[in-house]
């Protein structure tokens, strides 16, 4: 009987917190202005910011991760690499295809094959908006202070990059709390264990982020 009551009870909790989340995201859409953005990022945290405002995807870094300091060249010098073509990576990887773009690596975490990855980078590049762009990168464990200054000197006003710690000397950082005693962080749309459903990355509001420009 109590087992039945339990199970019963978390059924009407996780329906209440979808209920809540599926509200929370349509004031958040509400709240946006600016809908042709462009994000460049180096993870999938970008394509969750697009996914849960409903706008369309001006930007080829979709369901794909770059590791930090590529990331950070390659937004260093965008419009050379933009231009570039991407060789397959054999071997690479067991989970998932990858990609050369001149000397920069891309994981197509979220593509079951290297031309399917590539057709849709070429696509959503022919998209990008150079006139509303943002810049979304990850803190990982290969994030240096280095890393991290070359990033804040990056020549675009609208960019962040998430970090395991506080970082004030550098004002395009932006802390995400509970991973201090850890390298770097990880993957920022993993849901907390709380009452409400709420992912790390909800903890910046990127939708006054976006509507800046």
Request: proline content about 4%; aromatic content about 14%.
């Amino acid at each position: 009987m109590f087992k039945t009551l339990y199970n019963k009870g978390m059924a009407v909790y996780e329906k209440f917190r979808n209920v809540e989340y599926g509200l929370y995201k349509i004031r958040k859409r509400q709240r946006l202005k600016n809908t042709d953005f462009t994000i460049i990022a180096s993870n999938c945290t970008g394509t969750f910011m697009y996914y849960d405002l409903k706008v369309p995807f001006l930007s080829p870094t979709i369901n794909l991760n770059i590791e930090i300091n590529d990331f950070v060249k390659m937004v260093e010098n965008l419009e050379w690499y933009m231009s570039q073509e991407i060789a397959e990576l054999e071997g690479e990887s067991d989970r998932c295809p990858v990609g050369l773009l001149g000397d920069i690596k891309i994981y197509f975490v979220h593509y079951d094959t290297f031309s399917e990855g590539v057709s849709k980078w070429e696509e959503r590049k022919r998209r990008i908006n150079r006139n509303n762009m943002f810049i979304v990168g990850m803190g990982t464990d290969t994030c240096t202070r280095e890393t991290l200054a070359r990033f804040e000197r990056l020549p675009y006003p609208d960019k962040v990059i998430f970090t395991h710690k506080t970082y004030p000397e550098f004002k395009s950082s932006f802390h995400i709390k509970g991973y201090e005693q850890k390298g770097g962080l990880c993957c920022l749309p993993v849901y907390k264990k709380q009452l409400l459903k709420r992912r790390p990355v909800d903890d910046f509001d990127y939708v006054t982020f976006l509507n800046r420009s």
